[in-house]
Each structure stands twice: as C-alpha cells, then as structure tokens.
C-alpha cells in the first residue's frame, strides 16, 4: 500500500479553535479520521510541530522512503528557506496545502520557498486542500 504523510507546520494544532471563520471548527485528529476511513487504500499519517527544525528533520526521514508527503508548513511557507530546502533535497513528491487562499491575504503570504520543488499547490478549500492532495497521488497521471 502507498504511504502517504501529511505533516502540519506551526499553530494547526489549534484547527478547531483558531479563527474559525478561516479555519473551520474542526480539529485536525477529527478530519483526519474522517480521511483515513475514505482513504482505505492508502496508509495516511499526519505529524504537525511548531519548530521549523522538526519539520525539516520529518522531511529528511520520510523523505526518501514514503510514497507522497502532504506538507502544509503554514507560516514556513514564506519564510523558510530551509523548508524549501528540505523539500529539494529529498525525492519523495510533496503537495503543498493551504487551507486558507493564500493570495487572498496578506501580501506576504504570497510567496512560498516551497511551491518550486512542489508536485503541485492546494489552497483556499478548507481542510478539503488535504484530500485533493490525497487524491493528486492516487490519480494516474
């Protein structure tokens, strides 16, 4: 079976509780079952830090060896180098996901150091960002 890692950057440990007019009101462990029921077929794990060198470091170990990476670093999107980094160094495909649209708010969030060694970018549907890059990885193409 695929394996497929989401792993979440700073404060969406908070889905559910912050800016719920943003983010929605569930939290990440509650959507993330729900995914996982849809998505027999495939191995999902999901990993979320708040310290860029963890991210990095999850990055560096699965890496090399998972089918696909969902990677949503949330705030290290536009300002971690070391993220992007990370992300052209390994060879496992990476979706980035935003849950919010990304250019509909503040101008720095217009920019990501990881969208160029990304397979593909998802933003502003909701948690649903995470299952069209589920199914991104399921498609033939």
Excluded: C
């Excluded at 969406?12 to 509650?30: A, D, M, V």
């Excluded at 536009?78 to 996901?97: K, L, P, Q, R, Y």
């Amino acid at each position: 079976m695929k394996k497929i890692i989401i792993i979440n950057g700073p404060n969406l440990n908070l889905l559910g509780k912050r800016e719920p007019q943003i983010y929605g009101s569930l939290t990440f462990n509650e959507f993330f079952e729900t995914i996982k029921a849809k998505y027999p077929q495939v191995i999902l794990e999901h990993y979320q830090s708040n310290i860029e060198g963890e991210i990095i470091d999850k990055l560096h170990e699965v890496g090399f060896s998972y089918y696909g990476i969902i990677l949503n670093a949330a705030a290290y999107t536009h300002t971690s180098v070391g993220i992007g980094d990370a992300v052209a160094a390994i060879e496992t495909a990476v979706v980035e996901v935003h849950i919010s649209n990304t250019f509909g708010r503040e101008d720095f969030r217009h920019h990501s150091y990881v969208a160029a060694y990304a397979k593909g970018v998802v933003v502003g549907f909701g948690l649903q960002s995470y299952e069209l890059a589920i199914q991104s990885f399921l498609s033939p193409v």
